[in-house]
């Protein structure tokens, strides 16, 4: 049968503007999420990481903040540089217990283009 | 910066035949996972695996599929009757002592072509 690809969100903004790429997570017990940065033809880059008590993070240039109540996660990168065009998602793991190994499930991702 | 590798980058294989993708994680992660991408769609879970044994799988990981670490530093992925519909870029992931909450690390990953 024949593959439906995903319709991703594209997000375009200009060399040095700040970008905000924003998820949405389904599962209230999830309590650590992660941020990758996937360019073509490479795997998965890890950004930043949070943990559930936690409601903001900071890396150098970007930045991670997390709303429980609404379960949305945001991620800010300052000073956009073309380097950082890419496709960015976020992933959550659910805490089950002592069961839960770490399986990371995987939002839909946002396309990030910057323009010089 | 010590990084997960996987080979081969690209593997094309006639329908029903095996095929082995292999994974060197990151020296001193205790924990290792498999996922794939179908072109245009999410990161998928396949599998965990600690202390040589499988710790969790999603329902796409079936009696086709199975994991090995055959030696110390080699964490592989076997699908033993390959089907059109297993072309995906497969990931392999390590993540350090602690697993759960700790970052995975992602290779960057073997194409699959089913033909």
């Known amino acids: 049968g024949e593959s439906v690809g995903l319709h991703l969100p594209t997000l375009s903004v200009q060399e040095g503007d700040n970008s905000i790429i924003n998820c949405a997570y389904s599962n209230s017990a999830s309590d650590y999420f992660i941020w990758y940065k996937q360019e073509s033809g490479k795997g998965p880059q890890f950004i930043i990481d949070?943990?559930?008590?936690?409601d903001k993070r900071q890396g150098q240039r970007v930045t991670v903040l997390l709303n429980k109540t609404v379960k949305h996660l945001s991620l800010q990168i300052a000073a956009t540089q073309p380097g950082d065009s890419a496709v960015y998602f976020c992933?959550?793991?659910?805490?089950?217990?002592?069961?839960?190994?770490?399986?990371?499930?995987f939002g839909q991702g946002t396309i990030l283009t910057v323009h010089p | 910066e010590p990084e997960v590798t996987q080979t081969p980058s690209h593997q094309v294989t006639q329908m029903g035949q095996e095929v082995i993708l292999r994974c060197v994680p990151i020296?001193?992660?205790?924990?290792f996972y498999w996922y794939r991408q179908i072109l245009g769609q999410k990161v998928e879970f396949l599998v965990s695996?600690?202390?040589?044994?499988?710790?969790?799988k999603s329902e796409i990981f079936d009696d086709q599929f199975s994991v090995e670490r055959p030696d110390g530093s080699n964490f592989t992925l076997k699908i033993r009757s390959t089907k059109l519909e297993d072309s995906a870029m497969y990931f392999c992931?390590?993540?350090?002592?602690?697993?759960?909450?700790?970052?995975?690390?992602f290779g960057d990953g073997t194409r699959l072509s089913i033909l």
């Open positions: 949070i943990r559930s008590n936690m």
């Open positions: 992931a390590s993540s350090a002592v602690g697993g759960r909450n700790q970052p995975q690390h």
């Open positions: 020296s001193n992660h205790l924990y």
């Open positions: 992933a959550e793991n659910v805490n089950a217990g002592g069961t839960s190994y770490g399986k990371l499930t």
């Open positions: 695996f600690y202390n040589n044994e499988i710790s969790e």
